[in-house]
């Protein structure tokens, strides 16, 4: 088995919210061979709660497509499951799978001469309905010492995360469309701004983000310095906006 930090893609197809949807997540690892990636990097909310059917359909469709995968962690993820094997085998790309690599929040790569960071996470709007340790756990969010570390780690390239740093307009969220509670609002504007701290210093030129269920491309434009940053659509939506290409 091939390392992450090995491989060597020369496109790569970065996938929105599949939230352990099996059906949806063989449909976007053979678009992605459509069109022409060699690995498929998550934003986050992959695979919930890490079914082994799930993660056997994404392997066998992966082997069959030639691909390899990486995911940054969604808020909607087993974090029990991921802690586990973080205390295992630490702040690298782990192997879940032969094919499927989970990226810790802060861990860093390079692949042709650019430089990536991941820092997946994000607050969940909806939590007074979810259920903690089943289906809401309190590591969803990225911790100010965990940001504190990736400003540590200086400038990369590209971020992928799963939130969106605040300064992005999302117009799909203004004015609390669904009537979420006005305290999970401001809870998820307080992760954005943290977001946004690390995004300050490590001023990528790219970020890809989900979590807002909405494709949108938009610039943030800080007068130092400039990020594209595109989000993804969840597995609700076409394959198309759900998924895009990127060549390094």
């Not at 001023?203 to 491309?217: E, N, V």
Request: charged share 20%; hydrophobic share 40%.
């Amino acid at each position: 088995m091939t390392a992450w930090e090995d491989l060597a893609p020369t496109r790569l197809a970065i996938a929105g919210d599949w939230h352990g949807n099996q059906f949806h997540a063989v449909r976007a690892i053979e678009y992605a061979a459509e069109q022409g990636a060699d690995v498929i990097v998550h934003v986050g909310d992959f695979a919930y709660d890490f079914k082994p059917k799930f993660m056997a359909a994404v392997q066998r469709a992966l082997e069959d497509a030639g691909l390899v995968l990486g995911f940054v962690p969604g808020n909607h993820e087993n974090w029990t499951y991921l802690d586990t094997r973080e205390q295992e085998h630490g702040c690298t790309a782990i192997p879940l799978r032969p094919n499927i690599f989970y990226l810790p929040r802060c861990y860093r790569w390079t692949w042709g001469g650019v430089s990536f960071l991941a820092l997946g996470g994000a607050h969940s709007v909806d939590r007074p309905w979810r259920v903690p340790g089943k289906s809401w756990w309190r590591r969803e969010t990225i911790t100010q010492a965990e940001a504190d570390r990736a400003i540590a780690g200086g400038a990369a390239d590209v971020m992928i995360c799963h939130d969106v740093p605040s300064g992005v307009r999302i117009p799909c969220i203004e004015s609390n469309p669904l009537g979420f509670p006005q305290a999970e609002i401001y809870a998820a504007d307080v992760h954005r701004a943290r977001l946004r701290e690390v995004v300050d210093v490590v001023q990528p030129r790219r970020l890809f983000a989900g979590h807002y269920h909405c494709r949108l491309t938009a610039e943030l434009d800080c007068g130092s310095y400039r990020t594209q940053v595109d989000i993804l659509a969840d597995d609700s939506a076409p394959l198309a906006d759900n998924t895009t290409l990127v060549d390094i």
